[in-house]
């Protein structure tokens, strides 16, 4: 079976620097640009927020929008940028569509009541009590809002994507395999055209009491990443990014602009038991890429969370790459598990199509090339190995 | 071997389950053709002030009820242990090929909140937080990715493995992802899982706020009822169905004992509704005529079809839509599985995958109970009540979900 080459040819992007490629370029590019903070919401946590959204331009319903929480909407928006970057409306009936997903907000003040009421009390006079606050307190809408596989629907519904719907769950990993399914599914000539992405909120309480105790946030004020010493650390990050991907062909027909090929995506899973492990993963991918690597400088962008250990490993195995310039983006927009990949695939393919590199995001970013190829790592926090490797639309 | 689209033949050499009638494929299976029904009242948590108060649980070991993560894991295991007996692969802790897992997302549990809040001692989430220790394991046991992980590493699966979920579609996309691995060439075995444990308080509440539950409390064994004229929802339930699946061509060279095959993959995906089909049928039927026409069958040639049969009063109805419009005005037999183990949700893609293909290694309709009095509206051979001997080569198993995510499957006997 011959593979078909993929191409990126829309992109949705939405991070606390802004909404949109152009306002994300146009931050990242800035020699003075500055992270966005929440210090407040979520205090003691220092966390990017998501900015305002027009989302009327998306999502036009606002029942549709009702239907939905902040985690669904920010996805719902940014799949659309995606679509009208792609020139992409017209196509959505046979478009393939994977997210990665996490969950839906939960209902934070009917939480606290009940945890309130009934954490002191013995489990078998809580038990009745709960069950008659819940089914009097839920929202019969938060249940959909809350679903993982609901922000696909929802994509589905507002944008009339119904070619196939996945969702992937596995924090930062599902991200990563979202891509190389989508991107593998369209090589093999399983479709032309796919939408693959994620969101997510960094400022919400019902995520931090479950990322909290993985003991790899952030302690303390915001720093960049090189300055967070050995233990390092996540600064969560509200963001979202959708690709449009198609085979080349299909969008040399319809006269599509490329912005970038993607060449390849490859993942795996070390155990990290041991010091070493993930770097190896890491490297034994990268002999899986390389040969498809374009010729000319390489850049990367890093996946890097921040997290201590997993970013040593990354850091030791980008020292063997021979990389021309390296791009730390968790230093400026934070860390956005699932949507992580997507987006810094996207920044990847904007680097490519408008032949520059951000300014340095971190005090430890080096070099600045036009760059012909850039490989993007992926660091699961807790486990997940991933690159993708990117090459400029003429190559 | 090649399909008609000259893409590898995705054989199934093993097959575990668990569901509420049983541990154990054979068990399962045969309750399921003596039409013996696995709902029974709740009796993991009180039921007090709750609409529905049956399901199809699967016991958890004695001791303290588990989380919906521990639990889920624990019956894929069981399943994809008992798959890998069957099928002779690999060796203990090593499996030549990648895991797909569907399961429910999940969420941190009432019994771990109030557990945090007396260590803060105080309700409020910022003192919860601030409670949360990595010492609480909380990460690793609801991390979306846990339970793979942990299954991955039990089992030692290659690569990446893969959660996911379609809502109760999922077992079925599971099925459906490993083919594809397959088929492009990237692995010649893989494990397709579907496992779900998600009998809790929460999750009752928010199906019952859906009013997609039946509330026939009083008579649990026949509650479930398919297709029947008084269905008044879906019963949850608990399960998990594992498959070794692996290239037709291998599976026979290492002398494989090949069970059947999966001949096909459909999938359409709706925009109409968020727990509503389009009245207009299409993505039910897209889904089914895509698997036809992967599988390369026109639809005279199915044999029975493994339903989707929910028991709500609108699945069934659109269902029967699509089942005539695809099948013409004599469809094949249709029964449901969900009758007997509740709707196991997103097990039940793989469930009744595992179901079909037993379905044609012994030649026998399993029934769907509890049909009394049929549907007027329903015109179909339902298999009511008993099961049935039949010749079958061709099975079409439905799964529709909520979010409006469809993928049939067509499994069939291996090729003569």
């Known amino acids: 079976m011959t593979r078909q080459r993929i191409v990126i040819t829309g992109i949705g992007l939405v991070t606390s620097l802004g909404d949109g490629a152009e306002a994300n370029w146009a931050a990242m590019s800035d020699p003075a640009g500055a992270p966005v903070l929440d210090t407040t919401t979520c205090a003691p946590f220092a966390l990017h927020p998501v900015p305002p959204l027009p989302l009327d331009a998306q999502i036009p319903r606002k029942g549709d929008q009702r239907q939905m929480e902040p985690w669904q909407r920010l996805g719902t928006y940014a799949a659309g940028l995606a679509l009208d970057d792609a020139g992409a409306r017209d196509l959505v009936a046979d478009m393939h569509l994977i997210v990665a997903a996490g969950g839906g907000e939960r209902d934070l003040a009917l939480d606290e009541a009940i945890v309130g009421e009934l954490a002191g009390m013995p489990a078998e006079a809580a038990g009745p009590i709960l069950n008659e606050r819940l089914a009097n307190g839920l929202r019969p809408t938060l249940f959909l809002a809350q679903l993982s596989n609901l922000m696909a629907g929802n994509i589905s519904i507002v944008h009339g994507v119904t070619g196939s719907s996945r969702t992937f769950m596995g924090e930062e990993q599902a991200g990563a395999d979202a ?45 960049p990443i090189s300055a967070r010493g050995e233990h390092g650390g996540i600064a969560l990050g509200g963001m979202a990014g959708f690709l449009v991907l198609e085979t080349e062909a299909h969008a040399e027909a319809r006269g599509a602009r490329v912005l970038a090929h993607l060449d390849g995506v490859a993942t795996d899973t070390a155990r990290r038991r041991a010091p070493g492990e993930s770097e190896a993963a890491l490297a034994a991918l990268w002999q899986r890429l390389a040969p498809m690597r374009a010729e000319g400088p390489l850049a990367v962008i890093s996946g890097t969370t921040g997290a201590g250990a997993a970013h040593a490993e990354e850091r030791g195995f980008l020292d063997t790459i021979g990389a021309d310039a390296i791009r730390t983006p968790a230093s400026r927009i934070g860390h956005g598990v699932e949507a992580t990949f997507f987006v810094h695939v996207a920044l990847a393919a904007l680097a490519l199509q408008r032949g520059a590199l951000p300014a340095p995001l971190d005090p430890a970013d080096t070099g600045d090339v036009v760059p012909a190829a850039v490989l993007v790592t992926g660091m699961g926090q807790w486990r997940g190995e991933s690159l993708a490797l990117l090459s400029g639309a003429a190559s | 071997m090649n399909d008609h689209r000259g893409r590898p033949l995705v054989a199934v050499t093993g097959i575990g389950t668990v569901t509420s009638l049983g541990w154990g494929r054979e068990e399962n299976w045969s309750k399921l053709c003596a039409g013996q029904s696995g709902i029974t009242r709740i009796t993991r948590f009180p039921t007090d002030h709750l609409r529905t108060t049956i399901a199809g649980t699967v016991a958890d070991a004695p001791g303290a009820p588990l989380t919906s993560p521990a639990r889920t894991e624990r019956l894929a295991a069981f399943a994809i242990e008992e798959a890998l007996e069957e099928a002779g692969i690999g060796s203990l802790g090593s499996f030549p ?25 105080a309700a409020g989430y910022p003192a919860m937080v601030a409670a949360a220790s990595p010492e609480t394991g909380i990460f690793e046991a609801y991390a979306f990715g846990g339970v793979a992980e942990r299954l991955a590493d039990r089992f030692g699966t290659r690569g990446a493995p893969i959660t996911l979920t379609t809502a109760c579609a999922t077992g079925a ?103 509503r089909s389009n009245p207009n049928g299409n993505a039910i039927l897209g889904a089914m005529r895509n698997a036809l026409a992967d599988a390369g069958l026109e639809p005279g040639q199915i044999d029975y079809v493994n339903g989707h049969g929910t028991g709500t009063p609108e699945n069934d109805k659109m269902e029967t ?21 509740g709707h196991t949700l997103s097990a039940s893609g793989a469930l009744e995958a595992a179901f079909s293909l037993l379905t044609i290694r012994d030649q026998m309709l399993p029934p769907t109970i509890n049909h009394d009095e049929p549907d007027p509206n329903i015109p179909l051979d339902v298999v009511p009540n008993v099961k049935r001997a039949a010749k079958v080569v061709n099975v079409l198993s439905n799964s529709f979900g909520f979010g409006g995510q469809n993928v049939c499957l067509v499994l069939a006997a291996e090729p003569l």
């Open chain 2, 97 to 121: 090929g990648p895991l797909f897992l569907g399961m429910p997302p999940v969420d941190i549990e009432w019994p771990t909140r109030f557990d945090l809040a007396r260590r803060a001692n």
């Open chain 2, 173 to 275: 996309s599971a099925i459906q992802l490993g083919v594809e691995a397959i088929q492009r060439g990237e692995c010649d075995a893989c494990i397709a899982t579907g496992a779900e444990g998600s009998v809790q308080p929460e999750a009752v509440v928010r199906f019952s706020l859906l009013s997609a539950l039946s509330t026939r409390n009083d008579e649990p064994a026949r509650a479930s009822r398919p297709f029947e004229k008084s269905r008044d929802g879906f019963v949850m339930a608990e399960g998990a169905a594992a498959l070794v699946l692996e290239n037709y061509d291998s599976a026979r060279a290492r002398g494989a004992k090949i069970i059947g095959i999966v001949l096909g993959c459909g999938e359409r995906a709706d925009n109409f509704h968020r727990t």
């Open chain 1, 179 to 223: 891509l190389r399914i989508a991107a593998a599914r369209l090589g093999e000539g399983s479709g032309r055209i796919a939408l693959v992405g994620g969101a997510f909120i960094a400022t919400r309480w019902d995520l931090l009491i479950f990322y909290g105790p993985g003991g790899n946030l952030m302690q303390g004020d915001w720093a």
């Open chain 2, 321 to 341: 839509f699509g089942m005539r419009a695809v099948f013409g005005e004599a469809p094949p037999p249709i029964s449901s599985n969900k009758s007997m183990i």
